[in-house]
């Protein structure tokens, strides 16, 4: 009980937030340039201040060397899932006309605007150096086969851009982790004025995430909702399939029960926040994107807490 009771708490700060950034949109508090400045301050500013900081305040040298190989656990998850995805959208005929966008939405979660904030929220500043484990596979399937995918929907030839999927890939938030992994390995102490900037900074990322989140479900519309087949199959992945293999790959390893906790937890995020904005790059289904988007993130604030119970019990 009091499990459940920590994850629902963990999960009302966060939908308090997403609420907030929703009614102030609805107000019309937000411009057109707000959603581009508040991804902009996260990612660029914000999150790889939170990266240094934790990672340099709360982490020693061996603990970060005995936790970067345990990548291979996610990628092996989503590369299972990829072949489930492909295989789901042939037997049930989804569309093609967004196909590859239904592949790509299947497999990948949304780490960083709503993992992050959901696994700070549960299990404290210990989890994130696990969040950016996952998020360094997430991240790097979405930009290559993931933006591959969405390209194949659209009217222009499908190919991967490798330098700008590298850009993609080591964006600010995992640079900022990479720079906290040397400076903890090598020993450098920062000075105490640096690190409380950061630290300021850094407190940033959690709400200005939420209210992006609440900003972007208002502007999608709660009235262009709907469970349709090939809605559901999304939710089905994103909610069911996605957790549930993560949990038999990592059933009997010796890894830290947080850190299963915290990768099954991400394996089952919402879609990706940058589907859509893909989507309108290669003229793909937009709207089918943006949906997506605001389901799968509305319906994480009710399974969050149903799996937080489930994991504890691993």
Not at 61 to 86: D, H, N, Y
Not at 241 to 260: F, S, V
Request: hydrophobic share 55%; net charge positive.
């Amino acid at each position: 009980m009091a499990v459940f009771l920590h994850s629902i708490s963990g999960v009302l700060v966060i939908l308090v937030m997403v609420a907030i950034g929703f009614w102030l949109n609805e107000r019309g508090w937000f411009g057109d340039q707000a959603s581009s400045l508040m991804t902009k301050l996260v990612t660029q500013l914000a999150l790889p201040a939170y990266m240094i900081s934790t990672i340099m305040g709360r982490f020693t040298a061996k603990e970060l060397l005995e936790m970067l190989p345990q990548l291979r656990f996610p990628v092996l998850s989503m590369v299972i899932l990829l072949g489930i995805a492909t295989a789901i959208a042939q037997l049930f005929a989804v569309d093609k006309s967004h196909r590859g966008l239904f592949i790509s939405m299947f497999f990948n979660s949304n780490t960083v605007f709503v993992g992050l904030p959901i696994n700070q929220a549960l299990f404290g500043d210990k989890s994130i150096p696990y969040v950016l484990v996952y998020y360094m596979c997430n991240t790097t399937f979405f930009w290559t086969i993931g933006t591959y995918l969405i390209q194949k929907d659209g009217q222009k030839t499908a190919s991967i851009d490798w330098r700008s999927s590298l850009r993609k890939i080591f964006s600010p938030p995992l640079l900022g982790f990479i720079v906290g992994v040397i400076l903890v390995l090598l020993k450098v102490k920062l000075p105490d004025f640096l690190m409380s900037d950061l630290q300021y900074i850094g407190n940033l990322t959690i709400p200005l995430s939420m209210l992006f989140i609440g900003l972007t479900v208002s502007r999608a519309g709660l009235s262009q909702l709907a469970l349709k087949k090939d809605h559901l199959l999304i939710l089905l992945g994103r909610f069911v399939i996605a957790p549930l293999l993560m949990t038999l790959i990592l059933w009997q390893t010796n890894l830290p029960h947080l850190m299963k906790e915290v990768f099954i937890i991400q394996s089952a995020m919402p879609v990706m926040t940058n589907a859509p904005i893909i989507a309108r790059m290669y003229d793909a289904d937009t709207d089918y994107a943006a949906v997506m988007v605001t389901e799968t993130t509305l319906m994480t604030m009710l399974v969050v807490p149903i799996l937080t119970i489930l994991v504890n019990a691993i």
